[in-house]
């Protein structure tokens, strides 16, 4: 049978190749990737020498110290018998085809359950079984389809930021070729007829030649491969008009020389990509410079309980815990850092870090990991080291919790600058073309210099920019955004639902009143330390209320989101929550919100709470009538209903007796009939309502209320300033609208001066950088007067 060629890695398929889909290839594992990329219509450039499982020669042998436990220990986040998770730099992710095959690992390994990449940070964070692979094993794949990791220990302890040498090589090599040509290119300028300069212009123009292939295919490689893999990907991203710019200037330069036409344009050639790479360059040290990430973790406004020397309880800031700190976790709580369980039970869910919802059962003197939830009862632990924030905002934004909320306004940028280079392609031809009927000699300075004045990377720049600033901003006010996007879906929300209970009431000033039999102090020792494990509003103020009493670790605690607390110590079965959770079948319809008591099956009593709104929830709801639908969805009865009637606006909606699941229902409906809805809860009872809405806010008082299931965590001090952030979130999009009517404004004039063959290539590519900095200056400065008006 004759040799045929493998239609994936190029080598030859021998006598015996694979045949799928009328192509050849020279193994299964060929054919299996194929398969995968191909799914998608999505493939991503890489050395197809190295068929994915076949690890390439230089690197065998390169990992091996990722056998030995005390590094790995080093590198994971989280390290249990079935579960590891890894978040490892990767330099080589440039597009979303990168994305796409990164996030798809477990489709080349089994063994690995998910893959999640960090596209602005280059990472992306792996969990596998280590029953069945390694971290060894993970690194060795990634490395034979081109993605081989960096990886470097001082980096991953001290997490400081990668640089981009790889930029600064390539700036360096452009700056010496373009000096260089710039200077031989002097006789042609001054068009000097000196005998020995006349003599030798062809060897000059043979060294322009020579020092501008360096240029072209090292320093303006990325832009061809970005170029290359959009159009793979059947998309025509901002980098494919440089790119056939580059290589139009090239060529038509080589065969100038070549032929004795000319000295050609290598000088402009040089002079394009070195501007593009200086452009490129400080595009970088600007958003470094105005990384929002970076600011807003350390505001982070998730609280713990910190257990003093003689046992007194104090709420700190997580980033204020320090190894060797005894903490508090209480039921429903996330775990903020690894620590030794010291106290209680553990029963703990990995899934906020593994994606997969098995509880583990713990023993005191057993590790646990940052990013555990315990659910039943409170525990105490000793923390091993301090939290880093960046961990934690990890998990908030880990995509298991984020599945079917979309990055819209990131889409409609995309759709901007793909139409965009559309326009400038049929411009750039239909300019050359009318020139090389008019005047074949401007014909190749037009086309170039249409294709690099328009660029859109100031269209790409505008929104990421404002939002990110906004961002920033926020965070120091106290209202802390998961990511830009949930900005976007802010300025677009037209229903605002509110939970009633510690969202527009005060925990801290509540005051409750028991009717009852008196408990017995056996009793009251469970009930107060049954409440102590409970995340609960009522239970928080409760528990705030009554005395105090001694620490006792309960036999067994179960909280039934909705209902109640169910607790046993020794001979005292304790409920506490509805009246129908404790079995009081005859209890008449209370108009106030009221907690339930029974010990062994044997009903004790009530605590009635009389509600203390938060300051400023009147004007607030006053304001907000004017724009948005109101509706108050609360767990309790009706008792506040004439209260609130009072307090409120009239077309407020009531609505009451709602369970969890209630208020997911009543947003899904309201979200079918095209309501875009902002739901603001305690992050507890409303994690579901929290996350079916378009935009979800809890409210953070001083416990542990940190979510995934929310976008925002609004701090209790700031809610009365609700209807100013919404306001600032529209304002961003006008900022971001007129950035672009700038950038249009700007390639329109540019584009008059390239098309009529008055600009030349080099003034056109120190131009384009410069747009695209005065986009972000214009955002970041009007962001920042925006950000002004909020303080």
Known sequence: MENKTCFHCGDDCGSHPITFQEKSFCCNGCKTVFEIFNENDLTCYYDLQNAPGAVPKEIEGKYDFLSQDSIIEKLTEFRSDTAEVATLYIPHIHCSSCIWILENLNKLDANISSSQVNFGKKTVRVTYNPEATNLKSIVLLLSSIGYEPYISLDDFSSVKNHINRSLIYKLGVASFGFGNIMFLSFPEYFELNEFWLEQYKHVFRWLMFAMSIPIVFYSAQDYFISAYKGLKAKLLNIDVPIALGVSVLFIRSTVEIIFDLGSG?????????????????FQQKTYDFLSFERDYKSYFPIAITKIGKNGEESSIQVYN?????????????????DGILINGK???????????????SKKSGDKLFAGGKQTSGVIELEALKSVEQSYLTQLWSNDVFNKNKEDGFATITNKVSKHFTIAILSIALVATTFWLIT????AMNVFTAVLIIACPCAIAL?????????????????????????????????????????????NKSSNAIYDGELLSDNESLVLKNSLRGSNHPLSRSLYNILDEHNIVTLDTFEEHIGKGIEAKHND???KIGSASFVGNTQEAAVLNTTVHISSNNVYKGKYTFYNSYRKGVSKLFNKLKKQFDLVILSGDNEGERENLKKLLPAKTKLIFNQKPEDKLDFIKYHQSEGAKVLMIGDGLNDAGALAQSDVGIAISEDVNVFSPACDAILDASKFKELYAYIKASKSAIKIIKWSFVLSFIYNVVGLYFAVTGQLA?????????LSSISIVVFTTVFTNLLGRKLK
């Open 572 to 574: 005292i079965n304790l």
């Open 761 to 769: 290539p080099v003034v056109a590519a120190i131009l384009m950088p």
């Open 462 to 506: 505008s929104a990421p920019f404002t939002f990110g600033n906004l961002l920033r901003i926020f965070g120091k006010l106290k209202f802390y955004v998961k990511n830009a996007s949930v900005l976007e879906k802010l300025a677009q929300i037209d229903t605002v639902i509110f939970d009633k209970t510690g969202t527009i009431t005060s």
């Open 439 to 442: 005047d074949a000699s401007k």
């Open 346 to 360: 553990g029963k703990i869910d990995y899934s906020f870090v593994t994606g997969e919802s098995q509880t583990v």
């Open 321 to 337: 815990i320090e190894k060797g700190d005894r903490i508090l976790i209480r039921n429903e709580e996330l775990i903020p850092v």
């Open 265 to 281: 344009f290598f000088d402009s050639l040089a002079g394009l990509i070195f501007f593009l790479l200086v452009g490129k360059f």
